[in-house]
């Protein structure tokens, strides 16, 4: 059995992998969905300090004090930049790193870099310019009414800084031997087709594909678990 760790995106919580994470431990899998500093039910601890680094430190700590190895680490979207400095901190400690509809990025990039001209950039949120409003989950395609309240209920604004600051990383990140791409690619082309394009043909990289939007975990939950298992080493 496996241990996942289960990282959202942006302006919501651990809340959206609850089905994910149910279907995981009844197959006997260690599962862990924290929700970032400031997002979510801790938003109360939002201030203007909160940025993408914070965001790393959340889950590198997780793995600590936890004493977590052989870690299949899951960023979502935003969660691609945290998941991405986590594993270059903690390389020894992760097993798979996969990245479901994510950003990937490289050494001193940041989110703000890795959107595609033509692809609407979040607003900051009116009289508060280190604030960033949740974009409307249509922005990714088509959602069903289920989606769109969840999203509705669920999300908020999220640190501008979170987007803004460089991830900085060494390069460790890179001996984690099994890494996977998940693209949803309804519909196609999208914010992360630039991702999967580049990622499909390099051999280091396993590449999937998911018939659904951007919110996968609500959309495809059981397809999206399946597929998370085969991202267990051995599997």
Avoid at 77 to 93: C, H, I, K, Q
Avoid at 122 to 129: H, I
Avoid at 148 to 161: C, I, L, N, V, W
Avoid at 173 to 178: F, G, L, P
Wanted: with cysteine; aromatic share 8%; proline share 7%.
């Amino acid at each position: 059995m496996a241990t996942f760790v289960l990282v959202h995106g942006a302006w919501g919580g651990g809340l959206i992998w609850r089905d994910i994470a149910r279907a995981l431990r009844r197959s006997g899998h260690e599962v862990y969905a924290p929700t970032l500093t400031g997002l979510g039910e801790r938003r109360h601890l939002m201030t203007r300090d909160v940025n993408l680094s914070t965001h790393v430190r959340d889950v590198s700590s997780l793995l600590e004090y936890e004493d977590l190895r052989d870690v299949v680490l899951v960023g979502h979207s935003y969660g691609g930049m945290v998941v991405t400095g986590a594993a270059d901190a903690m390389p020894e400690r992760i097993a798979s790193l996969v990245y479901l509809d994510a950003f990937v990025p490289r050494d001193g990039q940041a989110l703000f870099d890795l959107i595609p001209s033509g692809v609407p950039r979040p607003a900051t949120v009116a009289g508060s310019d280190w604030l960033t409003a949740p974009l409307p989950p249509e922005v990714f395609g088509a959602v069903n009414a289920a989606i769109r309240d969840f999203t509705e209920r669920k999300s908020g604004p999220q640190p501008t800084a979170c987007f803004s600051e460089p991830l900085r990383i060494a390069g460790a990140v890179d001996r984690v031997r099994h890494r996977t791409y998940i693209y949803c690619n309804d519909p196609h082309p999208t914010t992360f087709t630039h991702f999967y394009d580049a990622l499909r043909t390099r051999p280091e990289w396993t590449v999937r594909t998911l018939a659904c939007g951007h919110i996968a975990q609500l959309d495809r939950p059981e397809e999206l678990t399946a597929l998370l298992v085969r991202a267990v080493p051995g599997t």
